[in-house]
């Protein structure tokens, strides 16, 4: 068996690896390269990979840095089956068409702006594509084990988010195991990861490497963010990713607000895409902690807010109230229209829940910036900048050392660490060597392994 490491190594996006024995060929993962632009242009360098040899792509789950290049795979011509579990299916449903969407937006504002050096930017695929590219997915279901030529292959879940798994694939007397993105054993919404069976090598994420999570109560944090801005008679702005954050949020508010921990106050969840995610999870309850109970009381807590014109009316509203929007990191969305009106409002309270990339709209306010330019114009930032901490969905490296001791591992067992920026995976090769008997090594970029 023959791996060729084709994204989500030395970084944390691209996660893209071809998996050969004998005659079969399947990729694990379909992922864009996102971030720094010398990563995003390797999406439109093209895959080193014969789509008519292409027997099928495996997803771990469905984040775009893990399915976002299948639209490119279809338009060049692939047309086999993608295998993943039925709640990555859905969710994929919502985010590929909402990335070849966002793309034509971007290269018709570019064009537009006469940004960059082509004269008519063309976007890496458009919502078409998208849309079609979904009828080759396949759903199985966790611990179903299916075939595909020479290899038995079946997904283990593993948290994270809804439909998680760390592919396995047995093939020639060996079992290898693609982590994806492994979830924490506490949290907050999704069930734990289940602990691995015996395999011969294991590509492990390392996106916490080298960091741990802060311990400091999430529910305490959120409650007194609240008090505080409704005593101060202000807007609570929280910006927010549509998959997995805007649930565990609406979540928590609920649940504060049900044990008096906060007042009842007007909540708004204003992201047409994180409303088709809720709805998912509330589908898919069983795959995390919630209860039907817990779902149907959040949807009743929370107002959504689909349209256009719902959204423009919030700016109607005089008393306290929440909105929770997209995007996390403040980079597009209809966040950006709250910013613009109430950035400058002393009263306003804007907290961030996420991890911020420099360069963001995000970083930059929670780095006390004095002013955002959005759509064009400086807005002054005179609004309580807060953070949210603990609600990342990844395990930290203790976390995942842990998992690893639980599982069925052999001490013959090798790791190649991938999805993580280079001192995440200097810190995780160096934790799980110091603590545990694997052989660890960090995975490079189009590096060819025969297991």
Not at 262 to 270: A, H, Q, R, T, Y
């Amino acid at each position: 068996m023959k791996i060729t490491f084709l994204g989500g190594t030395e970084t944390v996006t691209g996660s893209k690896f071809l998996v050969s024995s004998g005659a079969t060929q399947v990729l694990v993962d379909c992922g864009l390269f996102q971030g720094y632009k010398w990563l995003r242009e390797r999406n439109w360098q093209g895959l080193p990979v014969d789509r008519h040899r292409l027997n099928a792509v495996i997803l771990t789950h469905a984040h775009l840095d893990h399915s976002g290049y299948l639209p490119v795979l279809y338009r060049d011509g692939y047309r086999g089956p993608v295998y993943c579990h039925p709640a990555t299916q859905a969710l994929c449903g919502v985010l590929l068409p909402d990335s070849g969407h966002l793309q034509e937006e971007d290269a018709r504002y570019y064009s537009r702006h006469r940004i960059g050096k082509h004269a008519h930017p063309e976007p890496l695929y458009d919502r078409v594509t998208a849309e079609r590219c979904l009828k080759l997915l396949k759903p199985v279901e966790f611990e179903q084990v299916f075939t595909i030529g020479e290899m038995k292959i079946w997904l283990h879940p593993v948290g994270h988010i809804l439909g998680a798994a760390c592919v396995i694939i047995e093939a020639e007397g060996k079992r290898v195991g693609f982590s994806g993105d492994v979830g924490r054993p506490d949290d907050l919404f999704m069930r734990p990861p289940k602990p691995l069976p015996e395999l011969h090598l294991l590509m492990l994420e390392s996106t916490y490497g080298n960091r741990r999570h802060d311990k400091t109560d999430p529910y305490e944090q959120l409650s007194e963010v609240v008090n505080e801005t409704v005593r101060g008679g202000g807007v609570l702005l929280i910006p927010s990713f549509a998959v997995g954050r805007a649930q565990v949020l609406q979540h928590m508010l609920a649940t504060l607000m049900a044990d008096n921990r906060i007042p009842k106050m007007p909540i708004f969840l204003d992201s047409p895409m994180a409303i088709d995610v809720s709805d998912i999870y509330c589908q898919f309850h069983a795959l995390h902690r919630l209860s039907t109970a817990d779902c149907q009381r959040m949807c009743r807590t929370v107002k959504y807010v689909e349209s256009v014109e719902g959204s423009q009316a919030l700016s109607e509203l005089l008393y306290p109230h929440i909105i929770i929007a997209g995007s996390g990191m403040v980079t597009g969305g209809r966040i950006l229209h709250h910013l613009k009106r109430l950035l400058s409002n002393h009263r306003t309270t804007v907290l961030l829940t996420g991890y911020q990339v420099g360069g963001t709209r995000g970083a930059k306010m929670q780095q006390g910036a004095e002013s955002v330019k959005i759509h064009g114009e400086w807005i002054a930032n005179r609004a309580h900048i807060r953070t949210l901490h603990g609600l990342s969905g990844h395990g930290d490296y203790v976390d995942i050392g842990h998992w690893l001791q639980a599982a069925a591992l052999k001490p013959s067992t090798k790791i190649q660490l991938i999805h993580g920026e280079p001192d995440a995976l200097e810190g995780m090769r160096d934790h799980l060597r110091r603590t545990l008997p694997f052989e660890v090594e960090v995975a490079g970029y189009r590096h060819i392994l025969t297991v």
